[in-house]
Nanobody, 126 residues
Framework: QVHLVESGGGLVQAGDSLRLSCTASARTLRNYDMGWFRQAPGKDREFVAPISRTGDRTYYADSVKGRFTISRDNAKNMIYLQMDTLKFEDTAVYYC???????????????????WGQGTQVTVSS
């Protein structure tokens, strides 16, 4: 079992930046492909960005491309999501997820992620 914990959410104004963090207790995140997802009120949970085990492969949803950056520091057992130029429509609960699967392409599908954190709220005021 992997217990993921997100942090870094908050209330910001449109145009501001936030950095979300994700870590796991008692597990080494370097053994997992990781991803960030988000869920806005009344909407399904959607893919934001995945990152491979070594960090050499990333991918972004069109809605965040050019504004968000996913990264990882395996030595610190941390995954990050740098969010710049935030928009009102970025308001959501953001979730960190871990996948045990190996893939030659970044993993985007929710069912391919085995472990999920509890989420951190990001609210962007317009």
């Amino acid at each position: 079992q992997v217990h993921l914990v997100e942090s870094g959410g908050g209330l910001v104004q449109a145009g501001d930046s936030l950095r979300l963090s994700c870590t796991a207790s008692a597990r080494t995140l370097r053994n997992y492909d990781m991803g960030w997802f988000r869920q806005a009120p009344g909407k399904d949970r959607e893919f934001v960005a995945p990152i491979s085990r070594t960090g050499d492969r990333t991918y972004y949803a069109d809605s965040v491309k050019g504004r968000f950056t996913i990264s990882r520091d395996n030595a610190k057992n941390m995954i990050y999501l740098q969010m710049d130029t935030l928009k009102f429509e970025d308001t959501a609960v953001y979730y960190c997820a871990a996948s045990i699967y190996y893939s030659s392409v970044p993993i985007q599908a929710k069912p391919d992620y085995n472990y999920w954190g509890q989420g951190t709220q990001v609210t962007v005021s317009s």
